[in-house]
């Protein structure tokens, strides 16, 4: 069965630091990739997609993700957080070729200290 | 409307009761899912469906779940004789098609069942 492995459950950063959040799944054919975000109090929200093409997305609000094959994963990263950046984020893989099955990691949850 | 609206937004319940969570996706999307998210879990798939294709019911967690679309359009989650592990925030996204598109997540149903 597909799985996606979020590798942190709670990430305590002070505003200007770095962030890279991993994310790994398990299925070995042609995948799109996602990464959604939830503020609190909101709904999950698209941050960024990977379906094909270059493997170096960008998304909303200044983040980026990998999408490094040969190791399964799909790390999101930002140079430099902000205090508004303070939400879950969720990796999530589906299936290349029309498949349906979407599968999330359980979330890494991010504070962000001003 | 403009995104996927979810109702009601929260649910108390005795346990016990039976309870329906409605989800209107986004007109004209063909494909819909159902997951729960529960603390520390991550999303959990549920159910999903597509145009007027048999549903995929393999993430129901037990016979008390049930689900059904009319229409195409609206669907209800039903959960009978409701108990107190059933307790999470039922979410309902929709997708304009099977393929390489993103899914739009609603704000969710908070069940909490004393």
């Known amino acids: 069965a597909q799985s996606v492995s979020q590798h942190n459950h709670h990430v305590i950063l002070s505003e200007a630091a770095s962030l890279e959040l991993g994310c790994n799944y398990s299925y070995g054919g042609t995948v799109n990739l996602f990464w959604y975000v939830q503020y609190p109090g909101q709904h999950l929200q698209l941050l960024l997609k990977y379906f094909s093409g270059d493997p170096l997305v960008k998304g909303i609000k200044g983040f980026e993700a990998e999408f490094i094959k040969s190791k399964f994963s799909f790390n999101l990263r930002k140079p430099s957080v902000q205090w508004s950046d303070t939400a879950e984020y969720f990796c999530a893989v589906k299936r290349g070729a029309g498949s349906y099955q979407l599968t999330f990691g359980k979330g890494t949850k991010l504070s962000v200290i001003p | 409307g403009a995104g996927v609206s979810q109702s009601p937004s929260n649910k108390v319940t005795e346990k016990g009761k039976d309870v329906e969570l409605r989800c209107d996706p986004i007109s004209g999307h063909t494909a819909l899912y159902w997951y729960r998210q529960s603390l520390g879990q991550g999303l959990e798939f549920l159910i999903y469906?597509?145009?007027?294709?048999?549903?995929?019911k393999s993430g129901l967690p037990s016979d008390r779940f049930s689900a059904e679309r009319t229409g195409g359009s609206v669907s209800t989650l039903t959960i009978q004789r409701t108990q107190q592990e059933d307790s999470a925030v039922y979410l309902c996204a929709s997708t304009l098609n099977q393929g390489d598109t993103e899914a739009f997540f609603g704000q969710g149903t908070r069940l909490t069942v004393v």
């Open positions: 469906f597509q145009g007027n294709s048999a549903p995929d």
